[in-house]
């Protein structure tokens, strides 16, 4: 996952789907465990790759969610 940690039980984490499989790419810890109003925002993208199916692209911010992990 790009160095970052693996998503472990009851964490929030930023997540978009990704756009070849529709499996979740965890972006990365969302410290606020879910209470945070403001979403990341702006014209900036993110590079991430699936760890799913391998996919990596560019996903906007607008794209992210808050996900509880289960």
Do not use: F
Not at 23 to 28: F, K, L, P, V
Not at 30 to 40: H, L, N
Not at 62 to 70: E, M, S, V, Y
Request: charged share 30%; hydrophobic share 20%; net charge positive.
């Amino acid at each position: 996952m790009d160095g970052q940690p693996e998503p472990r039980s009851g964490e929030w984490w930023y997540t978009v789907r990704c756009d070849r499989c529709s499996r979740n790419i965890h972006a990365y810890r969302d410290t606020s465990d879910g209470d945070r109003v403001a979403r990341p925002e702006g014209p900036g993208e993110l590079s991430l790759t699936c760890a799913s199916c391998g996919h990596r692209a560019g996903y906007p911010a607008t794209k992210l969610r808050t996900q509880r992990i289960d």
